[in-house]
Protein backbone atom coordinates (compact mmCIF):
# COMPACT_ATOMS: atom_id res chain seq x y z
CA UNK A 1 0.00 0.00 0.00
CA UNK A 2 1.18 3.31 -0.60
CA UNK A 3 0.79 6.26 1.46
CA UNK A 4 0.12 9.96 0.05
CA UNK A 5 1.27 13.10 2.20
CA UNK A 6 0.35 16.07 1.03
CA UNK A 7 -2.28 14.64 -0.95
CA UNK A 8 -4.35 18.22 -0.97
CA UNK A 9 -1.16 20.01 -2.20
CA UNK A 10 0.11 20.30 -5.83
CA UNK A 11 2.73 17.18 -6.16
CA UNK A 12 0.78 15.41 -3.59
CA UNK A 13 -2.39 15.65 -5.97
CA UNK A 14 -0.76 14.60 -9.22
CA UNK A 15 0.89 12.03 -7.86
CA UNK A 16 -2.58 10.68 -6.67
CA UNK A 17 -4.05 11.37 -9.91
CA UNK A 18 -0.97 9.10 -11.51
CA UNK A 19 -1.29 6.29 -9.38
CA UNK A 20 -5.07 6.28 -9.90
CA UNK A 21 -4.78 6.21 -13.92
CA UNK A 22 -2.47 3.09 -13.15
CA UNK A 23 -5.35 1.67 -11.49
CA UNK A 24 -2.66 1.69 -8.33
CA UNK A 25 -4.86 2.20 -4.83
CA UNK A 26 -3.30 4.30 -2.27
CA UNK A 27 -3.71 6.31 1.03
CA UNK A 28 -4.53 10.13 0.75
CA UNK A 29 -3.81 11.72 4.23
CA UNK A 30 -4.95 15.08 4.73
CA UNK A 31 -5.78 17.29 7.75
CA UNK A 32 -9.13 17.55 6.60
CA UNK A 33 -9.93 14.37 4.46
CA UNK A 34 -13.89 15.01 3.99
CA UNK A 35 -12.72 18.47 2.48
CA UNK A 36 -9.83 16.15 0.12
CA UNK A 37 -12.61 13.87 -1.02
CA UNK A 38 -14.91 16.70 -2.29
CA UNK A 39 -12.03 17.94 -4.76
CA UNK A 40 -11.02 14.44 -6.00
CA UNK A 41 -12.16 13.17 -9.43
CA UNK A 42 -14.70 10.34 -9.17
CA UNK A 43 -11.82 8.13 -11.19
CA UNK A 44 -9.39 9.16 -8.51
CA UNK A 45 -11.66 8.89 -5.05
CA UNK A 46 -12.62 5.55 -6.29
CA UNK A 47 -8.81 4.02 -5.62
CA UNK A 48 -7.75 6.38 -3.22
CA UNK A 49 -8.87 6.70 0.42
CA UNK A 50 -8.67 9.95 2.23
CA UNK A 51 -7.28 9.64 5.67
CA UNK A 52 -7.01 11.65 8.61
CA UNK A 53 -3.48 12.91 9.36
CA UNK A 54 -1.18 16.03 11.05
CA UNK A 55 2.50 16.01 10.28
CA UNK A 56 2.47 18.07 13.27
CA UNK A 57 0.75 14.76 14.98
CA UNK A 58 3.15 11.71 14.91
CA UNK A 59 0.43 9.29 16.59
CA UNK A 60 -1.71 10.65 13.50
CA UNK A 61 1.09 9.24 11.26
CA UNK A 62 1.53 5.98 12.96
CA UNK A 63 -1.85 4.84 12.58
CA UNK A 64 -2.08 6.06 9.01
CA UNK A 65 1.19 4.47 7.88
CA UNK A 66 0.13 1.19 9.52
CA UNK A 67 0.35 -1.72 7.30
CA UNK A 68 1.92 0.40 4.54
CA UNK A 69 5.15 -0.47 2.74
CA UNK A 70 5.94 2.58 0.36
CA UNK A 71 5.25 6.69 1.60
CA UNK A 72 4.87 9.37 -0.78
CA UNK A 73 6.73 12.34 1.52
CA UNK A 74 5.99 16.13 0.24
CA UNK A 75 5.32 19.26 2.48
CA UNK A 76 4.85 22.45 1.29
CA UNK A 77 7.34 24.70 1.88
CA UNK A 78 7.05 26.59 5.70
CA UNK A 79 8.89 27.58 8.46
CA UNK A 80 7.83 24.17 10.43
CA UNK A 81 8.72 21.71 7.27
CA UNK A 82 11.91 19.54 8.25
CA UNK A 83 10.40 18.98 11.38
CA UNK A 84 7.06 17.36 9.78
CA UNK A 85 9.14 15.63 7.11
CA UNK A 86 11.06 14.26 9.96
CA UNK A 87 8.00 13.22 12.02
CA UNK A 88 7.06 11.31 9.17
CA UNK A 89 10.09 9.35 8.49
CA UNK A 90 10.16 8.90 11.92
CA UNK A 91 6.60 7.23 11.76
CA UNK A 92 7.26 5.32 8.72
CA UNK A 93 10.52 3.92 10.59
CA UNK A 94 8.31 2.57 13.37
CA UNK A 95 5.67 1.00 11.09
CA UNK A 96 7.99 -0.48 8.66
CA UNK A 97 7.33 1.43 5.50
CA UNK A 98 10.36 -0.31 2.97
CA UNK A 99 10.32 3.07 0.17
CA UNK A 100 9.92 6.56 0.52
CA UNK A 101 9.88 8.83 -2.41
CA UNK A 102 10.78 12.19 -1.42
CA UNK A 103 9.92 15.76 -3.06
CA UNK A 104 13.12 17.91 -2.10
CA UNK A 105 14.53 20.35 -4.27
CA UNK A 106 17.59 21.56 -6.97
CA UNK A 107 20.53 22.45 -4.63
CA UNK A 108 19.52 20.11 -1.26
CA UNK A 109 23.26 21.06 -0.32
CA UNK A 110 24.47 21.94 3.44
CA UNK A 111 26.19 25.55 1.94
CA UNK A 112 22.96 25.85 -0.40
CA UNK A 113 21.93 30.03 -1.18
CA UNK A 114 18.57 28.70 -0.48
CA UNK A 115 17.17 27.70 2.96
CA UNK A 116 14.17 25.99 2.25
CA UNK A 117 16.99 23.66 0.06
CA UNK A 118 19.64 23.62 2.94
CA UNK A 119 16.15 21.97 4.88
CA UNK A 120 15.51 19.43 2.27
CA UNK A 121 19.23 18.43 2.59
CA UNK A 122 18.67 17.57 6.46
CA UNK A 123 15.69 16.14 5.70
CA UNK A 124 17.61 13.84 3.20
CA UNK A 125 20.53 13.30 5.37
CA UNK A 126 17.93 11.26 7.91
CA UNK A 127 16.43 9.14 5.14
CA UNK A 128 19.97 8.05 4.28
CA UNK A 129 19.98 7.10 8.10
CA UNK A 130 17.18 5.25 8.17
CA UNK A 131 17.56 2.05 6.48
CA UNK A 132 14.28 2.67 3.98
CA UNK A 133 15.08 2.95 0.45
CA UNK A 134 14.46 6.17 -0.84
CA UNK A 135 14.34 7.58 -4.12
CA UNK A 136 14.48 11.69 -4.25
CA UNK A 137 13.01 13.73 -7.00
CA UNK A 138 14.47 16.98 -7.33
CA UNK A 139 12.16 19.31 -9.90
CA UNK A 140 13.11 22.56 -11.08
CA UNK A 141 10.29 25.54 -10.93
CA UNK A 142 6.50 24.72 -11.91
CA UNK A 143 5.14 25.73 -14.54
CA UNK A 144 1.66 25.85 -12.65
CA UNK A 145 3.39 28.69 -10.37
CA UNK A 146 3.80 30.55 -13.76
CA UNK A 147 -0.08 31.36 -12.92
CA UNK A 148 0.33 33.88 -10.19
CA UNK A 149 2.08 35.98 -12.75
CA UNK A 150 -1.50 36.40 -14.57
CA UNK A 151 -2.59 39.14 -12.71
CA UNK A 152 -0.39 41.34 -13.55
CA UNK A 153 -0.03 40.48 -17.21
CA UNK A 154 -3.70 40.88 -17.67
CA UNK A 155 -3.63 44.44 -15.64
CA UNK A 156 -0.46 45.73 -16.75
CA UNK A 157 0.91 43.24 -19.70
CA UNK A 158 4.46 43.24 -16.98
CA UNK A 159 6.14 40.29 -15.33
CA UNK A 160 8.97 41.72 -12.70
CA UNK A 161 11.85 39.00 -11.50
CA UNK A 162 15.29 39.07 -10.60
CA UNK A 163 16.97 37.03 -12.74
CA UNK A 164 18.74 39.33 -15.42
CA UNK A 165 19.55 37.23 -18.46
CA UNK A 166 19.77 33.60 -16.94
CA UNK A 167 17.40 31.12 -18.40
CA UNK A 168 14.85 28.78 -15.48
CA UNK A 169 13.92 25.35 -15.74
CA UNK A 170 10.15 24.73 -15.66
CA UNK A 171 8.16 22.01 -14.95
CA UNK A 172 4.53 20.46 -15.07
CA UNK A 173 3.34 19.16 -11.70
CA UNK A 174 1.69 16.65 -13.63
CA UNK A 175 4.84 15.19 -14.83
CA UNK A 176 6.20 15.72 -11.11
CA UNK A 177 3.40 13.16 -10.56
CA UNK A 178 3.82 11.19 -13.16
CA UNK A 179 7.57 10.22 -12.32
CA UNK A 180 6.52 9.94 -8.85
CA UNK A 181 3.94 7.16 -9.93
CA UNK A 182 6.73 5.54 -11.84
CA UNK A 183 9.30 5.19 -9.20
CA UNK A 184 5.94 4.11 -7.10
CA UNK A 185 5.20 1.27 -9.20
CA UNK A 186 7.90 -0.45 -10.59
CA UNK A 187 11.49 -1.15 -8.74
CA UNK A 188 13.76 -0.62 -11.35
CA UNK A 189 14.04 3.37 -10.62
CA UNK A 190 13.92 2.75 -7.04
CA UNK A 191 16.87 4.26 -4.53
CA UNK A 192 18.35 7.00 -6.99
CA UNK A 193 18.07 10.64 -6.86
CA UNK A 194 16.66 12.25 -9.89
CA UNK A 195 16.07 15.84 -10.99
CA UNK A 196 13.27 16.62 -12.76
CA UNK A 197 13.20 19.54 -15.97
CA UNK A 198 11.23 20.52 -18.75
CA UNK A 199 12.02 19.92 -22.02
CA UNK A 200 13.68 23.44 -22.16
CA UNK A 201 14.96 26.65 -20.22
CA UNK A 202 13.45 29.80 -21.00
CA UNK A 203 14.63 33.50 -19.21
CA UNK A 204 12.05 35.75 -18.14
CA UNK A 205 12.46 37.65 -21.38
CA UNK A 206 12.36 34.47 -23.53
CA UNK A 207 9.47 33.60 -20.93
CA UNK A 208 7.21 36.91 -21.44
CA UNK A 209 7.41 37.06 -25.50
CA UNK A 210 6.00 33.93 -25.49
CA UNK A 211 3.22 34.32 -23.44
CA UNK A 212 2.61 38.01 -25.74
CA UNK A 213 2.93 35.83 -28.45
CA UNK A 214 0.16 33.97 -27.37
CA UNK A 215 -1.73 36.39 -26.48
CA UNK A 216 -1.29 38.55 -29.29
CA UNK A 217 -0.08 41.80 -27.40
CA UNK A 218 3.04 42.89 -25.80
CA UNK A 219 4.56 41.11 -22.43
CA UNK A 220 7.20 43.20 -20.33
CA UNK A 221 9.60 41.86 -18.36
CA UNK A 222 11.16 44.34 -15.87
CA UNK A 223 14.46 42.97 -14.03
CA UNK A 224 14.96 44.32 -10.31
CA UNK A 225 17.33 43.59 -7.69
CA UNK A 226 17.02 41.15 -5.54
CA UNK A 227 16.23 44.09 -2.82
CA UNK A 228 13.95 45.67 -5.01
CA UNK A 229 12.02 42.43 -6.07
CA UNK A 230 11.72 41.39 -2.23
CA UNK A 231 10.12 44.57 -1.19
CA UNK A 232 7.58 44.20 -4.02
CA UNK A 233 6.45 40.82 -3.48
CA UNK A 234 5.52 41.86 0.62
CA UNK A 235 4.74 45.13 -0.04
CA UNK A 236 2.59 44.83 -3.06
CA UNK A 237 1.90 41.11 -3.25
CA UNK A 238 1.78 40.62 0.67
CA UNK A 239 3.62 37.78 0.54
CA UNK A 240 4.67 36.60 3.97
CA UNK A 241 8.60 37.97 4.12
CA UNK A 242 10.05 34.23 4.47
CA UNK A 243 8.25 33.42 0.96
CA UNK A 244 9.60 36.73 -0.28
CA UNK A 245 12.84 35.87 0.58
CA UNK A 246 12.42 31.89 -0.51
CA UNK A 247 11.73 33.92 -4.02
CA UNK A 248 14.52 35.83 -4.45
CA UNK A 249 16.54 33.10 -3.09
CA UNK A 250 15.30 30.41 -6.05
CA UNK A 251 15.69 33.43 -8.97
CA UNK A 252 18.95 34.18 -7.52
CA UNK A 253 20.33 30.72 -7.55
CA UNK A 254 19.28 29.90 -11.36
CA UNK A 255 21.92 33.47 -11.80
CA UNK A 256 24.32 31.88 -9.84
CA UNK A 257 24.01 28.10 -11.61
CA UNK A 258 23.29 27.43 -15.17
CA UNK A 259 19.90 25.39 -15.23
CA UNK A 260 20.40 22.53 -18.02
CA UNK A 261 17.26 20.59 -18.85
CA UNK A 262 18.06 16.71 -19.09
CA UNK A 263 16.18 13.86 -20.11
CA UNK A 264 15.72 12.23 -17.10
CA UNK A 265 11.93 12.73 -17.18
CA UNK A 266 11.83 10.59 -20.47
CA UNK A 267 13.77 8.19 -18.76
CA UNK A 268 11.37 7.11 -15.75
CA UNK A 269 8.49 7.64 -17.60
CA UNK A 270 9.77 6.73 -21.64
CA UNK A 271 8.11 10.41 -22.89
CA UNK A 272 8.70 13.54 -23.47
CA UNK A 273 7.84 16.26 -20.47
CA UNK A 274 5.25 18.72 -21.20
CA UNK A 275 6.28 21.62 -22.74
CA UNK A 276 5.97 25.49 -21.35
CA UNK A 277 3.96 26.77 -24.14
CA UNK A 278 1.43 23.90 -24.21
CA UNK A 279 0.58 24.60 -20.76
CA UNK A 280 0.21 28.49 -20.89
CA UNK A 281 -1.74 27.86 -23.82
CA UNK A 282 -4.22 25.64 -21.88
CA UNK A 283 -3.85 28.44 -19.33
CA UNK A 284 -4.09 31.25 -21.70
CA UNK A 285 -7.74 32.54 -21.15
CA UNK A 286 -5.75 33.39 -17.12
CA UNK A 287 -3.21 35.84 -18.61
CA UNK A 288 -6.10 37.92 -20.24
Given at each position: ???????????????????????????????????????????????????????????????????????????????????????????????????????????????????????????????????????????????????????????????????????????????????????????????????????????????????????GRPVRYLDLTPSELHARLVGRAGMPDWLATHVVEIQQLAVARTETPDD?????????????????????????
Open positions: MIVIMGAAGATGGATLRSLAALGTPSRALSRDPARLAAALDGHTLARALPLPADAADPQSLRAAFDGADQLFLTMANGPHQVQFELNAIEAAVDCGVQHIVKISAPAAEPDSPVAVSRGHHLVEERLRTSGITTTVLRPYAFMQKLLLLAPGIAAAGVVHGATGRARCNYVDVRDIGDAAAAVLTRPQPAGGTYQLTGGQAYSHQELTALIGELLTFTHLTGRAPRTLEAFLNENLHRFR
